[in-house]
């Protein structure tokens, strides 16, 4: 499985941007896909999660009513919407895919992709 991750950039904030993670390599039908992000010196971070198969999302509270997680079933690619984007969100965001119990375990999962870096200016 490749996890491949894209849309990152500069922005100011409130402004908006739209990351993709397009997935290969086998099906999906089980899984749950997600986004975790980590900044400089901290430890990578759930941000929110989107069943492949009925599109249940899970949010971080950080992002919730900000953020949105959506899943394109026949492309393969999920995105996130980032809207209101604030100095706090500045972190390099990876997407993770796995069959998991609990969303916000970073170790639950076990594809990854290469990260995106967001940088939110003020």
């Known amino acids: 499985v490749q996890l491949q991750a894209s849309g990152g950039g500069l922005v100011q904030a409130g402004g908006s941007l739209r990351l993709s993670c397009a997935a290969s390599?086998?099906?999906?039908?089980?899984?749950?896909m997600a986004w975790f992000r980590q900044a400089p010196g901290k430890e990578r971070e759930f941000v929110a999660a989107?069943?492949?198969?009925?599109?249940?999302?899970y949010y971080a509270e950080s992002v919730r009513g900000r953020f949105t997680i959506s899943r394109d079933n026949a492309r393969n690619t999920m995105f996130l919407q980032m809207n209101g984007l604030k100095p706090g969100d500045t972190a390099v965001y990876y997407c993770?895919?796995?069959?998991?119990?609990?969303?916000?375990?970073?170790?639950?999962?076990?594809?990854w992709g290469q990260g995106t870096l967001v940088t939110v200016s003020s």
């Open positions: 993770a895919a796995g069959v998991v119990d609990q969303v916000v375990v970073p170790e639950n999962y076990n594809e």
């Open positions: 989107v069943s492949w198969s009925d599109g249940s999302a």
């Open positions: 390599g086998r099906t999906f039908s089980s899984y749950t």
